[in-house]
């Protein structure tokens, strides 16, 4: 499938859906093997893209999706390849994780409850631009977490549990935790900047990262 454009729907042959528009509530689902490639299409007014095929590869890149009722997109897929997505005020989150795993790496996304939200799932986040949401980047079983700009938000960075390597990541601006890890991670921190959010770095329960010198990790404003 090539251009176009249409609702919301199901697609369930073997095929690359590319440059086509959805608009209208509801959700474009792929579904069992269907869909290698979804590409360069744009969902507005309300769809969201629901993977939930795990016995394919699926390449889900360069799509711009706005405004979407809920998650903007939602996987379930083995071996998901989201990158390159342009994702602005979801209903919930940006891109989730639910089941399966996932590379989500060189997306945008803007003014979403949670950009990116592992949520049951294993996901690489790599290169990520995430700006003015609530959270940027939260989950666990989350094992890479690195070279992400997570800024303007209400909190960057949280990871509740699991092994994970958070570097080269950029994360400020943010009113509440810069980053934030759980009781129950295992963390290796290198190359990242953390400053200028409401508490830069907040650890909870025994939470003890291994953070080397590489890492610039600022202290916290004076509370007034």
Same mark, same amino acid.
């Given at each position: 499938?090539?251009?176009?454009? =249409?609702?919301?729907?199901?697609?369930?042959?073997?095929?690359?859906?590319?440059?086509?528009?959805?608009?209208?509530?509801g959700e474009v689902g792929i579904y069992d093997d269907s869909v290698v490639r979804f590409?360069?299409?744009?969902?507005?007014?309300?769809?969201?893209?629901?993977?939930?095929?795990?016995?394919?590869?699926?390449?889900?890149?360069?799509?711009?999706?706005?405004g979407t009722l809920a998650y903007a997109i939602n996987s379930h897929g083995d071996l998901?390849?989201?990158?390159?997505?342009?994702?602005?005020?979801?209903g919930e989150a940006g891109i989730r994780i639910r089941n399966g795993s996932a590379t989500?790496?060189?997306?945008?996304?803007?003014?979403?409850?949670?950009?990116?939200?592992?949520? =049951?799932?294993?996901?690489?986040?790599? =290169?990520?631009?995430?700006?003015?949401?609530?959270?940027?980047?939260?989950?666990?079983?989350?094992?890479?977490?690195?070279?992400?700009?997570?800024?303007?938000?209400?909190?960057?960075?949280?990871?509740?549990?699991?092994?994970?390597?958070?570097?080269?990541?950029?994360?400020?601006?943010?009113?509440?935790?810069?980053?934030?890890? =759980?009781?129950?991670?295992?963390?290796?921190?290198?190359?990242?900047?953390?400053?200028?959010?409401?508490?830069?770095?907040?650890?909870?329960?025994?939470?003890?990262?291994?953070?080397?010198?590489?890492?610039?990790?600022?202290?916290?404003?004076?509370?007034?």
């Amino acid at each position: 499938m090539s251009g176009g454009s =249409g609702t919301q729907g199901h697609v369930d042959q073997p095929t690359s859906v590319l440059t086509a528009t959805f608009a209208g509530g509801g959700e474009v689902g792929i579904y069992d093997d269907s869909v290698v490639r979804f590409d360069g299409n744009t969902l507005t007014g309300g769809p969201h893209l629901y993977v939930q095929s795990r016995a394919a590869a699926h390449e889900v890149t360069n799509n711009v999706i706005e405004g979407t009722l809920a998650y903007a997109i939602n996987s379930h897929g083995d071996l998901t390849v989201i990158s390159g997505n342009r994702i602005s005020d979801p209903g919930e989150a940006g891109i989730r994780i639910r089941n399966g795993s996932a590379t989500v790496a060189g997306n945008r996304v803007s003014g979403a409850q949670s950009g990116i939200r592992a949520a =049951g799932g294993t996901a690489d986040i790599v =290169g990520n631009i995430l700006v003015g949401n609530d959270v940027g980047i939260n989950g666990m079983e989350i094992p890479v977490v690195q070279g992400n700009t997570v800024r303007d938000g209400l909190a960057g960075i949280q990871v509740s549990g699991g092994d994970v390597v958070i570097d080269g990541n950029v994360v400020e601006g943010n009113s509440g935790s810069g980053l934030s890890l =759980g009781a129950a991670t295992t963390a290796t921190l290198t190359d990242n900047v953390i400053c200028g959010n409401g508490e830069n770095l907040t650890l909870i329960g025994d939470a003890e990262p291994q953070i080397d010198d590489s890492n610039e990790i600022c202290e916290d404003a004076p509370a007034e």
